[in-house]
C-alpha cells in the first residue's frame, strides 16, 4: 500500500495531523523551556534539566523556573543548607518562612488574587515547604506525568509510525525511526523515575527527550512529504 495512494481526502488529514504535531513540537520546546529556565525561548542547560528531575524540588524551582522571583541568589544557598541539614522547623521558622514570606506566598497562597497564584502549592506553612524538600519531581506529580505522557505519546507515535509503514521510504529508515521514538519515550519515563535516587540519571533525560522529539518530527515530516510527493534521498 503506497500513501499517495489514497484519496484526496485522507492525505488531507493525514498532512493536517503532521503539521499540528510538528507546531506542537514548537510548543513543547517552549514549555520545557519555562518549566526549567523560566524564560519563553531558551535551551536549558544540562545541569537545569538535572537539577528539576535529580535536585531538591524547591531548591531547583528557584534555581530554574521561579528564579526571577527570587530576589537574592543567597537565599537559594539558605534554602539548600537548610534541606540538607535536616529541615528542622526551628531553623525553618529563622530562617526560611522570611523568605517565603518575600519572594514566594504572594502568589503561593491558599487565598491568593495574584494573576499567576499558584494556589494549589501553597508555602504558608512548615508542612507544606517541607513537602517540597524531597529530590525530584514528587511522587503525586510523577506518577500523573508519567502515566500520562506513556499514554498520549505512545497514541501518537503509533499512528504516526503506522503512516510512516505504508510510506516509500526506505526500510531500514521507518525502522530505525520507529525503534528511536519509541526507545526515548520509554527511555525518558524510566529516567524521570530514576533520576530520584541516582542524580547522574538526570543528566541522561535530556538525551532521550531530545531522542524522543527528533524521532517524531523527522517522521512526520517524512509522512507529509510523502504524502505529495517522493521524498529525496531515502525512497525506493
Not at 22 to 37: Q, R
Not at 83 to 90: D, N
Not at 147 to 162: D, G, R
Not at 178 to 207: N, Q, R, S
Request: a negative charge.
Amino acid at each position: 500500500m503506497d500513501i499517495k495512494a489514497l484519496n484526496l481526502a485522507s492525505r488531507l488529514a493525514i498532512s493536517g495531523l503532521c503539521l499540528s504535531i510538528l507546531y506542537g513540537i514548537l510548543y513543547a520546546a517552549m514549555a520545557i523551556s519555562l518549566s526549567t529556565t523560566g524564560q519563553i525561548a531558551q535551551i536549558p542547560s544540562l545541569s537545569t534539566v538535572q537539577q528539576k528531575y535529580a535536585g531538591i524540588a524547591i531548591v531547583s524551582a528557584m534555581r530554574g523556573s521561579m528564579y526571577d522571583h527570587v530576589s537574592d541568589d543567597d537565599y537559594i544557598e539558605v534554602v539548600k543548607d537548610w534541606v540538607e541539614a535536616g529541615s528542622s522547623q526551628a531553623l525553618y521558622e529563622s530562617d526560611i518562612a522570611p523568605i517565603m514570606d518575600e519572594d514566594c506566598t504572594d502568589c503561593h497562597s491558599a487565598g491568593s488574587t495574584m494573576t499567576d497564584a499558584m494556589t494549589s502549592m501553597p508555602l504558608t506553612t512548615y508542612d507544606e515547604v517541607k513537602a517540597l524538600t524531597k529530590k525530584g519531581i514528587p511522587w503525586n506529580k510523577l506518577a500523573v506525568e508519567t502515566h500520562t505522557h506513556l499514554f498520549a505519546i505512545s497514541m501518537m507515535v503509533f499512528i504516526l509510525s503506522m503512516l510512516l509503514s505504508i510510506t516509500q521510504v526506505f526500510n531500514w529508515i521507518k525502522y530505525v525511526l520507529i525503534c528511536a521514538a519509541f526507545l526515548g519515550l520509554w527511555g525518558d519515563v524510566l529516567f524521570w523515575t530514576l533520576a530520584k535516587f541516582v542524580g547522574f540519571v538526570g543528566y541522561l533525560i535530556p538525551v532521550t527527550g531530545g531522542l524522543l522529539i527528533s524521532a517524531i518530527a523527522v517522521i512526520a515530516i517524512v509522512v507529509l512529504l510523502d504524502c505529495w510527493s517522493r521524498v529525496p534521498w531515502i525512497s525506493k
